[in-house]
């Protein structure tokens, strides 16, 4: 069964940080791209960073560059999101997903992702 478990979510104060752990387990992820998106109260999923599988390749939002890094181990089936200078508007349930369509295209939206952590919170308070 395929799993992702997400973590490292909380609430911090405006210029904060945190970083998000997204732990693996049930397939071979190490081949695969992952992305971390997010869904704020009313509004849809936005796409945040997302890297190919070794990490060689990242994409990310405009909304944090310079502010957040992915990144990933994959001999701990893991990938991270270190979130810096955090802001209120970063407030949101954060996902990880792992991209089954290829190996080294990043993808920056939702459709291409096959599967999908629970979320954690981020909670950025002014």
């Known amino acids: 069964q395929v799993q992702l478990v997400e973590s490292g979510g909380g609430l911090v104060q405006t210029g904060g940080s945190l970083r998000l752990s997204c732990v693996a387990s049930?397939?071979?992820?190490?081949?695969?791209?992952m992305g971390w998106f997010r869904q704020a109260p009313g509004k849809g999923r936005e796409f945040v960073a997302a890297l190919n599988w070794n990490g060689g390749r990242t994409a990310y939002a405009d909304s944090v560059k310079g502010r957040f890094t992915i990144s990933r181990d994959n001999a701990k089936n893991t990938v991270y999101l270190q979130m810096n200078s955090l802001k209120p508007e970063d407030t949101a349930v954060y996902y990880c997903?792992?991209?089954?369509?290829?190996?080294?295209?990043?993808?920056?939206?939702?459709?291409?992702?096959?599967?999908w952590g629970q979320g954690t919170q981020v909670t950025v308070s002014s």
């Open positions: 997903a792992v991209d089954w369509t290829t190996t080294n295209v990043v993808h920056t939206t939702p459709e291409e992702y096959l599967y």
């Open positions: 049930g397939r071979t992820f190490s081949s695969r791209p």
